[in-house]
């Protein structure tokens, strides 16, 4: 079950999706209409009729405390993209930047770096099969549509993942505010991963030592604690801007 405009209409046009439902509210079935036309016309995939339901059956239909919009899906669950696999296949990849959550549980968190991530250039996305949520309803939300065009990986151990990459060339940054090195001032490589922990907890003692380097934001003495979605938008945006200048 997927709800609200974006995440909605993204994921009408993901043609990986198979939808069994399609359901609006009246005041949005024109919009629907027009973005379902789109996607017939260019053959990408095959949408169910739309069904047009007052929105107090649309409450019905999702979490109570979920601000659907007046868009609701229903679907199959998109398949788990093979993290071997993506890193085999850009093994050549010049520019490849990949983001790892380190026990980031909270769903809305996941979806706000899902959508800075999609946003700001990075290829993919990776989360622990355990302490992390589910991508569901409330993750794809909060992303606005980043879950259909960004890859997530679940992988067994964070560690082990970072050797991994490690192996293929990939140079793993971990973002610890009790760094002195600020990210703006190291020298990065084409090929990277950023890791960031748990509000509070930050980075686990072996995902620490795991990383190549750890790296902090160049935020203000009396006032540095951030928000993990807001600390992976700033380091992203840094790391996107990097890549524009070279």
Known sequence: MLWGRHAVIAALHNPKRILSRVLCSKNNRALLDEEISKIRNNGLCSIPELEVLPIQELNLLVPSDSLHQGFVIISEALQEPDFDWFLEKHKTTPHLTLVLLDQVTDPQNVGAIARSSAALGAHGMI???RNAPKLDG???????????????????????????????DISCFGLA??????????????????????????????????????????????????????????????????KDVC
């Not at 993750?139 to 067994?156: C, D, N, Q």
């Open 177 to 242: 505010g009790e760094s002195e090195v600020s990210i703006n001032n190291t020298a990065l490589t084409t090929r990277l991963a950023l890791i960031l922990g748990a509000e509070g907890a930050g980075l686990r003692r072996l995902t620490r030592e795991s990383c190549d380097q750890l790296v902090s934001l160049p935020t203000v003495d009396h006032f540095s604690t951030l928000n993990v979605s807001n600390a992976a938008s700033i380091a992203l945006y840094e790391l996107q801007r990097r």
């Open 127 to 129: 989360l622990q099969s």
């Open 138 to 168: 409330m993750l794809a939300k909060a992303a606005s549509g980043a879950t259909e065009i960004i890859p997530i990986f679940r992988v067994t151990n964070i560690a082990r993942a970072i050797r991994k990459m490690q192996d293929f």
